[in-house]
């Protein structure tokens, strides 16, 4: 026994240097290679460009705050420090508060007041997903209800008819996946780009 030792060492180790030789990288670079191949977009990072440039990604949402554009989803991401860094894409997750927990009713009672503040012809209810924050932090999509609640200040901004600014946001809502997996969506990056080009003029 002692003598087959070494032969059953020596057995070991090749066996640990195929399976991590099939397990780390030939299943790695075929999964990859099958991905790049098939779904090449989604693979890179699903990265939008514009004029040339990248200017983000359609999975990742973006702060805008300027009032000519549409503006997505709170963010609850942090940085490092554990400092707010809104849409932070490395440090994914919410901000695990509870309904009933008396900081968040008075986060989304002041966001609320702010929309309105912002939006002053709207005089219905603020959808929710405006006011709270989603848990991977960088939520790309808003709901239909929340791109028309938007619709007469962008209007404004821009010197566009609200009409023309509505047909924008309905040629750029999304249905469900496959017709019946989640809500209509709007992509904010998408929309905002389209506004950039000119589609409501």
Do not use: W
């Not at 070991?12 to 779904?39: D, E, H, K, P, S």
């Not at 986060?107 to 609320?112: H, I, N, W």
């Amino acid at each position: 026994m002692v003598k087959a030792l070494p032969r059953d060492l020596l057995t070991t180790f090749r066996f640990t240097i195929l399976v991590v030789a099939i397990g780390c990288f030939a299943y790695t670079y075929a999964v990859t290679g099958v991905a790049q191949l098939i779904f090449p977009s989604q693979a890179n990072g699903s990265i939008v460009s514009h004029g040339g440039q990248q200017v983000g990604s359609k999975l990742i949402g973006q702060n805008f705050s300027d009032p000519k554009y549409f503006q997505g989803r709170q963010s609850a991401t942090v940085d490092a420090n554990s400092s707010p860094l809104p849409y932070n894409a490395q440090s994914s997750g919410g901000s695990n508060l509870a309904p009933s927990n008396q900081a968040l009713i008075d986060r989304v009672k002041q966001s609320v007041s702010d929309i309105k503040k912002a939006n002053p012809t709207y005089t219905g209810d603020v959808p929710v997903d405006l006011v709270t924050a989603d848990f991977s932090g960088f939520d790309p999509y808003i709901t239909p209800a929340s791109a028309q609640l938007q619709v007469a200040r962008i209007a404004a901004n821009r010197h566009l008819d609200p009409a023309k600014v509505q047909k924008v946001v309905d040629a750029h809502t999304e249905g469900p996946q496959l017709g019946v997996l989640g809500e209509k969506h709007v992509n904010v990056l998408a929309l905002n780009l389209a506004l950039d080009d000119g589609e409501a003029n």
